[in-house]
């Protein structure tokens, strides 16, 4: 028998110990162990690159995702670069959140990293990166930005970001881009069908849908994603800019999802889900899942980025399929009469490998030899495997190029993966009316409360495109005042 | 001297110094720096955090809100639902892990052919990453090419396909089931130790008594495991209520938040929203529930002590 004052309080020690055991699992994660270090200075004037000859330097480089044709290329080239020491690190794309503000908290940020430019507003805010047009610097960006068509530097020039004022330069835009709103079609389906070419506007869209719908083998003719965050609204919003609408207005700060500019584009989606054409299961499916629908020809059209082959590459999917044979990945069509107040695009880009100057540089001639790092990085020559040029293949599909010469001279590769966006881009129709993917503190809960309150309901036909809008744009108003107003 | 007698001395002499009544805290003294460390620092942390508003990425710009986060929970229009998901998720499935998991180790306990490699194989489920065990179940379950949609027709259940995971009135369900096909393997476990442990002669007397096997069961078997089972109950509620993984890979909490359970509602609010004070008001909830089902985890545990 045990006495039981004494088992008592040895329990409820033992209660406190296990009830904290309990507790510290779900809650670490959420602690962010304090206010951590300022992570170095957004401004980065200091670099005037003065003692930039002073040695080789010790340098941290990051890539964020990529497919493994890229991550292969890319550890196994990070260090042929010989002018400094540098430490490459892979780290997990759907992590970065977590991974970048935790090596601000704890001062541990790289000097170079390649990910995507969307979040460059977060990471400023998280003063994880610094300018890269810093004083010292700008000749050699001149000459850099020349080489690389003129809407990837767009993308990652901001005004007013963290502590600066005019515009500035946040990084390059490394080998490619992702487009969107795009879509993939088998051409065996597209060739049983009334059309000879892709569709160019949302009424086609549909109606090449519809036929596509009465082969035997499709059970719904167009595809999407409805469950992963970024990527199930990355793909849709490119219709809500080519409508001329957006997430809010950016001079009054209001949301604009409730504005007809949104809602058309979620009624694009609802008229879809409701002449049958979406899978049943698109509120469950994630980008693999709906790319896997097409390539398995159970669906004739996938709306997606122009990275559909790159999906494709991480399924499995044959060589030739991925060299473009058998479907043509382009640009989706458009509104045939744009119902929103605002500038329509017919296209949005961001750089998803672009290189940043990390905030971890502690002496001007480390921010030097960053610089000269990522100047390397964003040199033809090591971009060369983006281009699909044949001597420089090494497997990498599915990327647009974002060096001009790529589309100036197509490979054959790129022909046969892209043809239809070299066309466009010789007729002057590619790049015209772009813009870069929206891209604000506060992005990933906008995109959040889109998939689930607004895609999701409307694809289940839960609620009119008018209703999901309506309901989510006090939601949205609410992030735009915590988050960027 | 022995050496147990060495080290006493040892240990007086080093710690003359230090008055009686501290020196018997001295040997825990580590392992109590490392719970502070790393246990009682980040639920404290965690607890003050609360009471911010605070960025995931610009943590230094916190604001004082005081109870601010609490209220918000409360007004926030998804929270009922995802509270009735947290509660459906926790009792369902804990009953169902049990009385699956009470079955498989009754199984287990007979003497039937081949019962050691059964033991074995029941034990996969649980020895299974959680993660890959959350994928396995969310391909089985695809609405377009799951194998649980194609059984059900082919054994004539239904006409065709359902989607179940990106359906609001389905998504809940199979996250529990794929939760109970994890947990039940360890219920069955303590049941066959406790049955185990149950003294053969009780039942022989009661056969010579003309105990039929269920009074066996009514009158010896259920009594004598009653403790074991109610602390496997309050373990599996509380390993259920925090549980995230399975949700999480399966439908991440939607479509919308049909599937959203508490520990799913703090992941999105830390690191989709970034929102690391709302987050950690939702933790302290959180801490609420487990406290709860530990206090009586605690008190079973202290009777069955007690009754030993």
Same mark, same amino acid.
């Given at each position: 028998?045990?006495?039981?004052?004494?088992?008592?309080?040895?329990?409820?020690?033992?209660?406190?110990?296990?009830?904290?055991?309990?507790?510290?699992?779900?809650?670490?994660?959420?602690?962010?162990?304090?206010?951590?270090?300022?992570?170095?200075?957004?401004?980065?004037?200091?670099?005037?690159?003065?003692?930039?000859?002073?040695?080789?330097?010790?340098?941290?480089?990051?890539?964020?995702?990529?497919?493994?044709?890229?991550?292969?290329?890319?550890?196994?080239?990070?260090?042929?670069?010989?002018?400094?020491?540098?430490?490459?690190?892979?780290?997990?794309?759907?992590?970065?959140?977590?991974?970048?503000?935790?090596?601000?908290?704890?001062?541990?940020?790289?000097?170079?990293?390649?990910?995507?430019?969307?979040?460059?507003?977060?990471?400023?805010?998280?003063?994880?990166?610094?300018?890269?047009?810093?004083?010292?610097?700008?000749?050699?960006?001149?000459?850099?930005?020349?080489?690389?068509?003129?809407?990837?530097?767009?993308?990652?020039?901001?005004?007013?970001?963290?502590?600066?004022?005019?515009?500035?330069?946040?990084?390059?835009?490394?080998?490619?881009?992702?487009?969107?709103?795009?879509?993939?079609?088998?051409?065996?389906?597209?060739?049983?069908?009334?059309?000879?070419?892709?569709?160019?506007?949302?009424?086609?869209?549909?109606?090449?849908?519809?036929?596509?719908?009465?082969?035997?083998?499709?059970?719904?003719?167009?595809?999407?994603?409805?469950?992963?965050?970024?990527?199930?609204?990355?793909?849709?919003?490119?219709?809500?800019?080519?409508?001329?609408?957006?997430?809010?207005?950016?001079?009054?700060?209001?949301?604009?999802?409730?504005?007809?500019?949104?809602?058309?584009?979620?009624?694009?989606?609802?008229?879809?889900?409701?002449?049958?054409?979406?899978?049943?299961?698109?509120?469950?499916?994630?980008?693999?899942?709906?790319?896997?629908?097409?390539?398995?020809?159970?669906?004739?059209?996938?709306?997606?980025?122009?990275?559909?082959?790159?999906?494709?590459?991480?399924?499995?999917?044959?060589?030739?399929?991925?060299?473009?044979?058998?479907?043509?990945?382009?640009?989706?069509?458009?509104?045939?009469?744009?119902?929103?107040?605002?500038?329509?695009?017919?296209?949005?880009?961001?750089?998803?490998?672009?290189?940043?100057?990390?905030?971890?540089?502690?002496?001007?001639?480390?921010?030097?030899?960053?610089?000269?790092?990522?100047?390397?990085?964003?040199?033809?020559?090591?971009?060369?495997?983006?281009?699909?040029?044949?001597?420089?293949?090494?497997?990498?599909?599915?990327?647009?190029?974002?060096?001009?010469?790529?589309?100036?001279?197509?490979?054959?590769?790129?022909?046969?993966?892209?043809?239809?966006?070299?066309?466009?881009?010789?007729?002057?129709?590619?790049?015209?009316?772009?813009?870069?993917?929206?891209?604000?503190?506060?992005?990933?809960?906008?995109?959040?409360?889109?998939?689930?309150?607004?895609?999701?309901?409307?694809?289940?036909?839960?609620?009119?495109?008018?209703?999901?809008?309506?309901?989510?744009?006090?939601?949205?108003?609410?992030?735009?005042?915590?988050?960027?107003? | 001297?022995?050496?147990?007698?060495?080290?006493?001395?040892?240990?007086?002499?080093?710690?003359?110094?230090?008055?009686?009544?501290?020196?018997?805290?001295?040997?825990?003294?580590?392992?109590?720096?490392?719970?502070?460390?790393?246990?009682?620092?980040?639920?404290?942390?965690?607890?003050?955090?609360?009471?911010?508003?605070?960025?995931?990425?610009?943590?230094?710009?916190?604001?004082?809100?005081?109870?601010?986060?609490?209220?918000?929970?409360?007004?926030?229009?998804?929270?009922?639902?995802?509270?009735?998901?947290?509660?459906?998720?926790?009792?369902?499935?804990?009953?169902?892990?049990?009385?699956?998991?009470?079955?498989?180790?009754?199984?287990?306990?007979?003497?039937?052919?081949?019962?050691?490699?059964?033991? !074995? *194989?029941?034990?996969?489920?649980?020895?299974?990453?959680? =993660?890959?065990?959350? &994928?396995?179940?969310?391909? %089985?379950?695809? $609405?377009?090419?799951?194998?649980?949609?194609?059984?059900?027709?082919?054994?004539?259940?239904?006409?065709?396909?359902?989607?179940?995971?990106?359906?609001?009135?389905?998504?809940?369900?199979?996250?529990?089931?794929?939760?109970?096909?994890?947990?039940?393997?360890?219920?069955?476990?303590?049941?066959?130790?406790?049955?185990?442990?149950?003294?053969?002669?009780?039942?022989?007397?009661?056969?010579?008594?003309?105990?039929?096997?269920?009074?066996?069961?009514?009158?010896?078997?259920?009594?004598?495991?009653?403790?074991?089972? !109610? *602390?496997?109950?309050?373990?599996?509620?509380?390993?259920? =209520?925090?549980?995230? &993984?399975?949700?999480?890979? %399966?439908?991440? $909490?939607?479509?919308?938040?049909?599937?959203?359970?508490?520990?799913?509602?703090?992941?999105?609010?830390?690191?989709?929203?970034?929102?690391?004070?709302?987050?950690?008001?939702?933790?302290?909830?959180?801490?609420?529930?487990?406290?709860?089902?530990?206090?009586?985890?605690?008190?079973?545990?202290?009777?069955?002590?007690?009754?030993?």
């Amino acid at each position: 028998m045990v006495n039981s004052n004494s088992a008592s309080g040895l329990d409820r020690r033992q209660y406190l110990t296990g009830l904290s055991a309990a507790m510290a699992a779900g809650l670490a994660g959420c602690s962010s162990g304090g206010d951590g270090g300022d992570g170095g200075d957004g401004d980065g004037e200091s670099g005037n690159g003065s003692d930039g000859g002073s040695g080789a330097q010790d340098l941290d480089f990051w890539l964020f995702g990529g497919i493994p044709a890229e991550r292969e290329y890319i550890s196994g080239h990070y260090d042929s670069y010989g002018d400094h020491n540098v430490s490459y690190q892979h780290q997990e794309w759907g992590q970065k959140y977590q991974i970048i503000a935790s090596a601000a908290a704890n001062n541990n940020l790289p000097d170079v990293m390649a990910g995507q430019c969307q979040q460059i507003p977060d990471y400023v805010g998280a003063r994880a990166i610094q300018p890269l047009d810093q004083e010292g610097f700008q000749d050699q960006l001149e000459e850099i930005n020349s080489h690389f068509i003129q809407a990837n530097i767009d993308t990652v020039v901001y005004e007013g970001l963290g502590d600066t004022e005019s515009e500035r330069q946040w990084g390059l835009p490394g080998g490619y881009a992702d487009l969107g709103p795009f879509i993939d079609i088998r051409t065996d389906y597209l060739e049983q069908t009334s059309f000879d070419q892709p569709p160019r506007n949302w009424p086609e869209l549909i109606q090449l849908g519809q036929e596509m719908q009465e082969i035997d083998d499709v059970s719904a003719a167009i595809t999407a994603p409805g469950t992963d965050f970024g990527l199930t609204t990355g793909y849709f919003i490119g219709f809500v800019y080519a409508n001329g609408g957006r997430y809010f207005d950016p001079e009054s700060m209001e949301a604009t999802v409730d504005q007809p500019g949104f809602v058309d584009a979620v009624k694009l989606y609802q008229d879809i889900a409701e002449a049958g054409l979406f899978p049943d299961s698109m509120a469950e499916n994630n980008h693999i899942d709906a790319g896997r629908l097409l390539r398995e020809g159970e669906s004739g059209i996938f709306i997606t980025y122009s990275h559909a082959n790159a999906v494709y590459q991480t399924t499995g999917a044959p060589q030739e399929w991925l060299d473009g044979e058998g479907h043509t990945v382009t640009r989706a069509p458009l509104p045939e009469s744009p119902s929103g107040d605002f500038q329509p695009q017919d296209l949005l880009l961001q750089n998803a490998q672009g290189f940043m100057l990390g905030n971890g540089t502690e002496s001007d001639a480390e921010r030097q030899a960053a610089f000269d790092y990522t100047s390397w990085w964003n040199q033809p020559e090591q971009l060369a495997p983006w281009t699909y040029a044949a001597e420089s293949d090494v497997g990498i599909r599915g990327r647009v190029p974002t060096l001009k010469s790529a589309f100036e001279e197509p490979s054959d590769l790129f022909m046969s993966q892209f043809g239809d966006l070299v066309t466009l881009y010789e007729n002057d129709d590619l790049f015209t009316r772009t813009s870069r993917f929206p891209s604000f503190s506060g992005i990933a809960s906008i995109q959040s409360i889109i998939n689930t309150q607004v895609i999701q309901p409307v694809v289940l036909g839960n609620a009119t495109a008018e209703e999901a809008c309506s309901n989510a744009n006090s939601q949205v108003q609410e992030v735009v005042d915590e988050q960027i107003a | 001297m022995s050496y147990v007698d060495q080290a006493q001395s040892s240990y007086r002499s080093a710690t003359r110094y230090i008055p009686e009544s501290l020196r018997v805290y001295l040997p825990i003294l580590p392992v109590m720096a490392l719970v502070g460390l790393f246990i009682l620092y980040p639920i404290a942390q965690a607890i003050y955090s609360s009471f911010f508003t605070k960025s995931l990425l610009a943590p230094s710009e916190a604001e004082f809100v005081g109870l601010a986060n609490y209220v918000e929970i409360w007004a926030d229009p998804d929270i009922h639902q995802v509270l009735w998901n947290t509660f459906v998720w926790v009792t369902v499935g804990s009953l169902a892990a049990i009385v699956l998991g009470f079955l498989m180790g009754w199984l287990l306990d007979e003497k039937l052919p081949y019962t050691s490699v059964a033991s !074995a *194989i029941v034990l996969i489920p649980w020895v299974l990453p959680r =993660v890959v065990g959350a &994928s396995i179940w969310q391909f %089985m379950f695809g $609405g377009s090419q799951g194998i649980v949609n194609e059984l059900l027709v082919q054994m004539g259940v239904i006409d065709e396909y359902i989607v179940m995971l990106g359906a609001n009135q389905y998504s809940l369900w199979p996250p529990i089931i794929g939760m109970v096909w994890r947990l039940a393997p360890l219920f069955a476990l303590l049941t066959l130790t406790s049955l185990q442990g149950i003294d053969e002669h009780l039942y022989e007397a009661a056969r010579m008594d003309g105990a039929t096997p269920w009074e066996q069961f009514r009158y010896i078997t259920i009594p004598m495991m009653k403790y074991n089972l !109610a *602390i496997g109950f309050l373990l599996m509620l509380i390993y259920n =209520v925090r549980n995230f &993984s399975m949700v999480w890979v %399966m439908t991440k $909490g939607g479509p919308g938040v049909s599937s959203s359970t508490l520990p799913v509602m703090i992941y999105r609010a830390a690191f989709i929203d970034f929102e690391v004070g709302f987050a950690s008001a939702l933790s302290v909830l959180l801490f609420v529930v487990l406290l709860v089902f530990s206090y009586y985890y605690i008190k079973f545990y202290d009777k069955v002590r007690g009754d030993m």
